[in-house]
């Protein structure tokens, strides 16, 4: 038990990662971005693009953050802005295209064998009492609570920071007070991939790398985002660890096969009793 | 290809277009009129496709079977039960946003397809059910097959189709049309949005479900491989979305259009050499993605769709 719920929260920092980008996304852009987990994939095998090429394991995440960024933006500009007027579910339509390109242009470019960053094996080592995790998830997860703790300065301290909240919570409000919407917009884009690419590579780095790999995930972060209530990071961050903790703990009681399933069956029962998420408190999003 | 050849594969290929004209024509109902997001098409044309096939096949030692059921009963009973699962996932998130649905719907998709994945005792996992029986098989000559099973879903798309215009045309039909496009507005002349929206949901599964058994009995055998999200779900969008929503004459020529391209496309990634295989339907959806982008961006209303009936002439 100790040990599925080390293997939860392992896997829980990487859905957290993702489904925060997922929550700005929805909360600040108005749509659910079915892409999310395909993009998590791209950054993921560019990273095992630029660690090929002989760059530190580092700088190719950082290089894959920021290629991926572009990538997303160009697709806003060129593809969602035109379509945004027509309202979300197109959005979401054209969204669902998007994931579909970029996972068969992963397909395409890279093969649809299992690849890994490192042929290096590396053995479970007791950490606790009944605990035994290999040493890169532990780097796993402290490199996501450094990046959540970094979201959250970046939300309370900036200013941008405090303008997406903003804007999460009342567009329109935030509109009238003069904040820049297409600055916030960048600014959203740029925070929610670089969390989802981080999160790829750590998926990358824990699984290996499939182009599936991320379309798979696109269930547990909705159910995530849903679980804590969408547009609030913080509430994305403790969905993303109960996700993962259930997924995780469930295998030891009903075929490893139904993660995904879990995950779906938690979000239903979330939308049923408190469909405005667990630390959704003021708003129904109706 | 010789004369009979290319007779038996267009025959083949019609009766592929009328199932996913069926799927369309079921999506058309929740969406292209009510504005109901269903990504899980294919969770649908599953439960019908499994139903009717566990229900006519005779007795096997090792998965659910030998209920020998009649064909025309085992097709009520998976168009039922797929609308038995959609009620299912209306009741917790019709009342919500809208994308709420969507995400459920993906979700039940996925889960029926893990279940009959795994659950080898129901419906023998991954290697599929074989044998499923053809129905009015004795008689007809084996050679008059195909065609006459044509000519069996001309009729039933034909006789759908006429419903659904009649139904579209009826003060429930208008409700649906007037929820989709200002749900609002619907709400403020005092319709049940939610019961409506629930009817739509259902009656669309329920197509969709009786697609699935058509298929099964066509093709005779199923696994879960044939309802992956692609060519389950996705594709009847881009159908639905090129045809035109809110008309089930697009629905139907969308199914048409697509699966030629779809089919013919697959003749040219047959012929690239074996080790070129994966690249080349990667190639094809990427293809089909673009296809979709382009449509949104330059013909959001589709080939051969039409203009609001309600709310036309108000901007946003």
Redesign the interface.
């Known amino acids: 038990m100790p040990q599925l719920l080390a293997n939860g929260i392992v896997f829980g920092c990487i859905i957290a990662l993702g489904a925060i980008g997922l929550t700005l996304i929805y909360g600040i852009l108005r749509f659910g971005n079915f892409a999310h987990g395909d993009t998590m994939s791209l950054g993921a095998y560019l990273a095992l693009l630029f660690v090929g090429l002989r760059m530190p394991f580092l700088a190719a995440v950082g290089l894959a953050i920021g290629v991926s960024i572009v990538v997303a933006v160009l697709i806003d500009r060129y593809l969602y802005a035109y379509i945004r007027r027509a309202g979300p579910i197109i959005l979401l339509i054209a969204s669902v295209g998007v994931a579909l390109f970029l996972r068969n242009v992963i397909l395409l470019i890279w093969g649809p064998d299992l690849e890994y960053y490192s042929r290096e094996i590396q053995f479970a080592v007791h950490i606790l009492p009944g605990v035994r995790l290999k040493p890169y998830e532990v780097f796993i997860v402290l490199a996501a609570a450094v990046l959540i703790l970094l979201v959250h300065l970046f939300l309370k301290k900036t200013k941008i920071g405090k303008a997406m909240r903003a804007c999460a919570d009342n567009l329109d409000l935030a509109e009238v007070v003069g904040i820049d919407t297409r600055r916030v917009v960048l600014w959203t884009w740029a925070v929610g991939i670089a969390l989802a690419v981080s999160g790829g590579v750590m998926l990358g780095v824990e699984n290996g790398l499939r182009p599936a790999m991320g379309w798979e995930l696109l269930l547990p972060l909705f159910a995530a985002a849903i679980l804590g209530g969408i547009g609030k990071p913080y509430g994305a961050m403790a969905g993303g660890l109960v996700i993962g903790i259930a997924q995780e703990v469930s295998a030891g009681y009903v075929s490893t096969a139904y993660k995904p399933a879990v995950a779906f069956a938690i979000m239903i029962i979330v939308l049923l009793v408190r469909p405005q998420g667990i630390f959704g408190g003021r708003r129904r999003w109706m | 290809m010789d004369v009979g050849g290319i007779v038996s594969y267009g025959v083949f290929f019609l009766v592929i277009v009328s199932v996913y004209g069926l799927l369309s024509l079921g999506l058309n109902i929740q969406w292209g009129f009510t ?1 109901l ?1 269903n ?1 899980g098409v294919a969770g649908f044309f599953a439960v019908g496709a499994y139903t009717s096939a566990i229900l006519t096949t005779p007795p096997v030692s090792d998965r659910l079977g030998g209920f020998d059921m009649p064909f025309v009963a085992a097709m009520v009973v998976a168009a039922l039960l797929s609308g038995f699962v959609a009620l299912l996932i209306g ?3 019709l ?6 649905l ?3 719907t ?3 998709a ?2 029926i397809r ?2 009959f ?2 659950e080898a005792w129901v419906a023998h996992g991954v290697r599929g059910i074989s044998g499923i029986p053809r129905p009015f098989q004795d008689h007809v000559p084996g050679a008059y097959y195909n065609v006459a099973y044509l000519i069996f879903m001309i009729v039933m798309v034909t006789l759908i189709f006429m419903a659904l215009q009649k139904a579209v045309k009826s003060p429930w039909g208008r409700t649906l049309k007037a929820i989709g496009e200002d749900e609002m507005l619907a709400q403020a002349m005092g319709k049940n949005v939610v019961r409506f929206k629930m009817e739509a949901l259902v009656l669309g599964a329920m197509i969709m479900g009786l697609a699935g058994a058509l298929y099964a009995h066509f093709i005779q055998f199923i696994s879960p491989e044939v309802f992956v999200p ?1 060519s389950g779900t ?1 594709l009847v ?1 881009v159908m639905l ?1 090129a045809g035109g929503s809110g008309s089930n004459k697009g629905a139907l020529l969308g199914a048409l259009v697509i699966w030629g391209l779809w089919s013919i496309t697959d003749l040219i990634t047959n012929l690239v050499p074996v080790g070129y295989a ?2 080349a ?3 094809r ?2 293809a ?3 296809a ?2 382009v449509i ?2 330059m013909r ?1 209303q589709g080939l051969f769709g039409k203009e609001k009936t309600f709310t036309s002439g108000r901007k ?1």
């Open positions: 504005r997001f990504i009741m917790p998130t009342r919500l946003k809208e994308d709420y969507a995400i459920a993906i979700g039940i996925e889960t893990l279940f994945n795994n692609l996705f969008w979305i994966v690249k339907g990667a190639i959806v990427i089909i993605a673009v979709l982008e949104l961006l959001p946003g």
